[in-house]
C-alpha cells in the first residue's frame, strides 16, 4: 500500500488530471470520512478540523494508515468490511476506535451518552497529560520505571518532556537501515555520545545491531533466507559478522570511555553460549580501549530464553523483553501478517506465562527485567507486567502519560492479583476481558 501510495502520487505530478477528489470538499467539524482503503499520505493529510474519525473496509490495524490515525489521535476503525460503503451520505453514526465499532442511526439519548464519553475522555487525558512527569509509584509505593524507545539523539527531548525516566531501548540499526551505507566506529560513536549527553545521566540501554527478520539492510547484501525469522538475524548475525559486532562495541566503549552511562543489550539471543561468545568479545574490545565495564544485559525474544532465564540470569546483567518477537514466536504467527495481526495478540496468556518465566529465573540471580516491546505501552499490558515482576517498561514517548497514571491508581497487590488471574485465562479474549473490570 505504501508503494503504491508513492506511485500514485509521482503519476499525479506528471498528469495532474489523474488527482482523485481529495478530503478539502468535507464540511467543516464531526465528519466521519468512509473509505475503501486510505494511503499514509492521504491519512497523513487529514484535516482534523473537518475530520473527526474514519471507517475503512480495508487494511489492518498495523498498517501505516491506522499508526497514522493513532498519531493524530483520530478515532478509526479499520478492516471493517465491505457493508460500511454502503452507508448514506450524510447519515448519522457514532464511531468507537477504542473497541473497533460503529454505530448506524444512534438515538438522541446514544448521542448524548457518546458525548458525555468524548468529553470524559478529553478530561481524563488532559488529567494524564499534567501528571506525565510524575513516577510512577503504586498506591503501596513499589516504584517502576518509565522509558522511552528512542532511536535518535534529537528525539530524546520530545521523549523527555512526555515523562520518560530514560531510554530503554535504543534500535541501532536504524542507523544503517535509514541509509545507504554502513556508519563507520566515529560516527557510532558521535551518535552514542549525543545520545547520553541528551539524557544528562538518565540511563540509556543501547541494543546492538538486530538486523534480518523484518529488519533488512540492503547494502549489507545479505544471503537470501526462506525464512528469514528463523534465520541468521540479531546475536546470530552479530557473531558471524565481527566486522559489524566491533566497530559497534568500540564505538559504545569509546562513549562509556567519555563518560556516557550506558548499558549494552544483545537481542535474539538464544542460548548461554551464543551468550558468553559476545561478552567474550566485547571484553575483548574493552580491555583493548582501557574503558570501564558496562552492564551487558540480553532481550529476551525467544521462547528458549525465556524458558532458561534462569542459565542465562547466571551470565546477562538484565534481561528486556522484546514482546513483538517473543509473541511471534511463542504464538508461531508472523508479526507481519495483517491476517493474523487480530491473534497475533501479546495479552495472549501463553506469552504472559513466558514473561512469567523470565522475570522468576531473573529473580534466581536477583537480575532486573524490563519489557520494551509494544505491550508495555499498551496501558493495560503494562498493569499486566507490573503484576508479572517487571521492575522497568519502556514504551513510544505518546504512550507513557497514559501508563504512568495507570500505574499510579493501582497497589502492586491488585495487579499481582490481576496478573494471576491472566495466568490462568485460557485466551488473548478472556485476557482482554480483564482490563474492563480495571477500568470499570
Ligand atoms: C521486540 O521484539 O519486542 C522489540 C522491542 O524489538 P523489535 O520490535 O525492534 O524487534
Ligand atoms: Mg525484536
Same mark, same amino acid.
Given at each position: 500500500?505504501?508503494?503504491r501510495d508513492?506511485? &500514485?502520487?509521482?503519476?499525479?505530478?506528471?498528469?495532474?488530471?489523474?488527482?482523485?477528489a481529495?478530503?478539502?470538499?468535507?464540511?467543516?467539524?464531526?465528519?466521519?470520512?468512509?473509505a +475503501?482503503?486510505?494511503?499514509?499520505?492521504?491519512?497523513?493529510?487529514?484535516?482534523?478540523?473537518?475530520?473527526?474519525a474514519?471507517?475503512? *473496509?480495508?487494511?489492518?490495524?498495523?498498517?501505516?494508515?491506522?499508526?497514522?490515525?493513532?498519531?493524530?489521535?483520530?478515532?478509526?476503525?479499520v478492516?471493517?468490511?465491505?457493508?460500511?460503503?454502503g452507508?448514506?451520505?450524510?447519515?448519522?453514526a457514532?464511531?468507537?476506535?477504542?473497541?473497533?465499532?460503529?454505530?448506524?442511526?444512534?438515538?438522541?439519548?446514544?448521542?448524548?451518552s457518546a458525548?458525555?464519553?468524548?468529553?470524559?475522555?478529553?478530561?481524563?487525558?488532559?488529567?494524564?497529560?499534567?501528571?506525565?512527569?510524575?513516577?510512577?509509584?503504586?498506591?503501596?509505593?513499589?516504584?517502576?520505571?518509565?522509558? *522511552?524507545n528512542?532511536?535518535?539523539?534529537?528525539?530524546?527531548?520530545?521523549?523527555?518532556?512526555?515523562?520518560?525516566?530514560?531510554?530503554?531501548?535504543?534500535?541501532t540499526?536504524?542507523?544503517?537501515?535509514?541509509?545507504?551505507?554502513?556508519?563507520?566506529?566515529?560516527?557510532?560513536?558521535?551518535?552514542?555520545?549525543?545520545?547520553?549527553?541528551?539524557?544528562?545521566?538518565?540511563?540509556?540501554?543501547?541494543?546492538?545491531?538486530?538486523?534480518?527478520?523484518?529488519?533488512?539492510?540492503?547494502?549489507?547484501?545479505?544471503?537470501?533466507?526462506?525464512?528469514?525469522?528463523?534465520?541468521?538475524?540479531?546475536?546470530?548475525?552479530?557473531?558471524?559478522?565481527?566486522?559489524?559486532?566491533?566497530?559497534?562495541?568500540?564505538?559504545?566503549?569509546?562513549?562509556?570511555?567519555?563518560?556516557?552511562?550506558?548499558?549494552?543489550?544483545?537481542?535474539?539471543?538464544?542460548?548461554?553460549?551464543?551468550?558468553?561468545?559476545?561478552?567474550?568479545?566485547?571484553?575483548?574490545? &574493552? *580491555?583493548?580501549?582501557?574503558?570501564?565495564?558496562?552492564?551487558?544485559?540480553?532481550?529476551?525474544?525467544?521462547?528458549?530464553a525465556?524458558?532458561?532465564?534462569?542459565?542465562?540470569?547466571?551470565?546477562?546483567?538484565?534481561?528486556?523483553?522484546?514482546?513483538?518477537?517473543?509473541?511471534?514466536?511463542?504464538? *508461531?504467527m508472523?508479526?507481519?501478517?495483517?491476517?493474523?495481526?487480530?491473534?497475533?495478540?501479546?495479552?495472549?496468556?501463553?506469552?504472559?506465562?513466558m514473561?512469567?518465566?523470565?522475570?522468576q529465573?531473573?529473580?534466581?540471580?536477583?537480575?532486573?527485567?524490563?519489557?520494551?516491546?509494544?505491550?508495555?505501552?499498551?496501558?493495560?499490558?503494562?498493569?499486566?507486567?507490573?503484576?508479572?515482576?517487571?521492575?522497568?517498561?519502556?514504551?513510544?514517548?505518546?504512550?507513557?502519560?497514559?501508563?504512568? +497514571?495507570?500505574? &499510579?491508581?493501582?497497589?502492586?497487590?491488585?495487579?499481582?492479583?490481576?496478573?494471576?488471574?491472566?495466568?490462568?485465562?485460557?485466551? +488473548?479474549?478472556?485476557? &482482554?476481558?480483564?482490563?474492563?473490570?480495571?477500568?470499570?
Amino acid at each position: 500500500a505504501d508503494l503504491r501510495d508513492v506511485g &500514485r502520487r509521482v503519476l499525479v505530478q506528471l498528469q495532474p488530471s489523474l488527482a482523485a477528489a481529495g478530503p478539502e470538499g468535507l464540511p467543516e467539524g464531526g465528519c466521519i470520512l468512509v473509505a +475503501a482503503d486510505l494511503s499514509p499520505s492521504e491519512t497523513a493529510q487529514l484535516d482534523t478540523a473537518r475530520v473527526a474519525a474514519l471507517v475503512t *473496509a480495508q487494511g489492518s490495524p498495523t498498517s501505516h494508515t491506522a499508526i497514522l490515525a493513532r498519531t493524530l489521535g483520530l478515532p478509526a476503525a479499520v478492516a471493517a468490511g465491505g457493508g460500511v460503503l454502503g452507508m448514506a451520505d450524510g447519515a448519522l453514526a457514532i464511531v468507537d476506535g477504542a473497541n473497533g465499532r460503529i454505530y448506524l442511526d444512534p438515538s438522541e439519548q446514544d448521542l448524548a451518552s457518546a458525548r458525555a464519553h468524548m468529553a470524559e475522555q478529553q478530561a481524563l487525558q488532559e488529567r494524564v497529560a499534567a501528571q506525565r512527569s510524575l513516577p510512577a509509584i503504586t498506591t503501596d509505593g513499589v516504584r517502576i520505571e518509565v522509558c *522511552a524507545n528512542v532511536n535518535l539523539p534529537e528525539q530524546v527531548p520530545l521523549a523527555l518532556s512526555q515523562g520518560a525516566e530514560g531510554v530503554g531501548l535504543m534500535r541501532t540499526e536504524f542507523l544503517f537501515l535509514e541509509r545507504g551505507s554502513t556508519p563507520g566506529e566515529d560516527e557510532q560513536y558521535e551518535t552514542y555520545r549525543a545520545m547520553a549527553q541528551a539524557l544528562e545521566g538518565r540511563p540509556l540501554i543501547v541494543r546492538a545491531l538486530d538486523i534480518g527478520g523484518d529488519k533488512q539492510v540492503a547494502h549489507l547484501e545479505l544471503p537470501r533466507e526462506d525464512n528469514p525469522f528463523l534465520g541468521v538475524r540479531g546475536a546470530r548475525l552479530l557473531l558471524r559478522r565481527p566486522d559489524l559486532l566491533e566497530p559497534q562495541m568500540r564505538a559504545l566503549y569509546r562513549a562509556a570511555r567519555d563518560g556516557a552511562r550506558l548499558s549494552v543489550m544483545f537481542p535474539m539471543v538464544t542460548s548461554v553460549q551464543e551468550l558468553l561468545a559476545l561478552r567474550a568479545a566485547c571484553e575483548r574490545l &574493552r *580491555a583493548e580501549l582501557d574503558a570501564p565495564v558496562l552492564p551487558l544485559g540480553i532481550m529476551i525474544e525467544v521462547p528458549a530464553a525465556a524458558v532458561q532465564a534462569d542459565a542465562l540470569a547466571r551470565h546477562a546483567d538484565f534481561f528486556s523483553i522484546g514482546t513483538n518477537d517473543l509473541t511471534q514466536y511463542v504464538l *508461531a504467527m508472523d508479526r507481519q501478517n495483517p491476517q493474523l495481526a487480530a491473534e497475533a495478540d501479546s495479552l495472549h496468556p501463553a506469552v504472559l506465562r513466558m514473561v512469567r518465566a523470565t522475570v522468576q529465573g531473573a529473580a534466581t540471580c536477583a537480575r532486573p527485567v524490563g519489557v520494551c516491546g509494544g505491550l508495555a505501552g499498551d496501558p493495560f499490558g503494562a498493569l499486566l507486567l507490573a503484576g508479572l515482576g517487571v521492575g522497568e517498561l519502556s514504551m513510544t514517548p505518546n504512550d507513557i502519560a497514559g501508563v504512568k +497514571a495507570g500505574l &499510579r491508581a493501582a497497589s502492586l497487590r491488585q495487579l499481582q492479583a490481576l496478573a494471576d488471574r491472566a495466568l490462568g485465562c485460557e485466551d +488473548a479474549a478472556q485476557v &482482554r476481558a480483564l482490563a474492563k473490570e480495571v477500568t470499570a
